[in-house]
T-cell receptor, first 114, second 114 residues
Framework: AQSVAQPEDQVNVAEGNPLTVKCTYS??????LFWYVQYPNRGLQFLLK??????LVKGSYGFEAEFNKSQTSFHLKKPSALVSDSALYFC????????????FGKGTRLHILP | KAGVTQTPRYLIKTRGQQVTLSCSPI?????VSWYQQTPGQGLQFLFE???????NKGNFPGRFSGRQFSNSRSEMNVSTLELGDSALYLC?????????????FGSGTRLTVV
């Protein structure tokens, strides 16, 4: 069965430090991969996606993600964290076949400490 | 261009009642998906509609149903509400189904069942 795992429920990072939010997936076939962010009482906002090509994908607000096919991972990164980055982050995968619903991970809460 | 609009934003219902939630996608978007978000389960896929046809359905009981109209607006209905149905219900639209496009989410409807 296809799945997305975000192994950390919460990540704490000091402001100015680099941050990483981990995501691994298990699918049959080639996936499209996404990261979304959710602020309190809001819907999800699209950050970035990997479709094909360069394994390093750059997205909104200075975030980037690295696709690693051998490790089936798509970790979200940012070189220097801001307090305003504190939010709930979701990794998602969409299967490239007829059954192409988007599957989300359970989310990782990111706390940036001032 | 207007975003995805979900109404109402908040709803309180009594156990055993039924409820209808509405979602208006971004103009021109033909795909609408619904998700249930709870703290314990994360984002659970309910169903996806494209051009008035249900393309995918998640693992929810038959009390959960949906439909899409010719103008792409979608509704979801939950009958015989249970306390466990309390959640944030998110609607997302996409210009196409089955492609590399990501979703644009609405702000959600917060349903509380008492």
């Amino acid at each position: 069965a296809q799945s997305v795992a975000q192994p950390e429920d919460q990540v704490n990072v000091a402001e100015g430090n680099p941050l990483t939010v981990k995501c691994t997936y298990s699918v049959s076939g080639n996936p499209y991969l996404f990261w979304y962010v959710q602020y309190p009482n809001r819907g999800l906002q699209f950050l970035l996606k990997y479709i094909t090509g360069d394994n390093l994908v750059k997205g909104s607000y200075g975030f980037e993600a690295e696709f690693n096919k051998s490790q089936t991972s798509f970790h979200l990164k940012k070189p220097s964290a801001l307090v305003s980055d504190s939010a709930l982050y979701f990794c998602a995968v969409r299967l490239v076949n007829r059954d192409d619903k988007i599957i989300f991970g359970k989310g990782t809460r990111l706390h940036i400490l001032p | 261009k207007a975003g995805v609009t979900q109404t109402p934003r908040y709803l309180i219902k009594t156990r055993g009642q039924q409820v209808t939630l509405s979602c208006s996608p971004i103009s021109g978007h033909r795909s609408v998906s619904w998700y249930q978000q709870t703290p314990g389960q994360g984002l659970q896929f309910l169903f996806e509609y494209f051009s008035e046809t249900q393309r995918n359905k998640g693992n929810f009981p038959g009390r959960f149903s949906g439909r899409q109209f010719s103008n792409s607006r979608s509704e979801m209905n939950v009958s015989t509400l249970e306390l466990g149905d309390s959640a944030l219900y998110l609607c997302a639209s996409s210009s196409e189904a089955g492609t590399a496009y990501g979703y644009t989410f609405g702000s959600g409807t917060r349903l509380t069942v008492v």
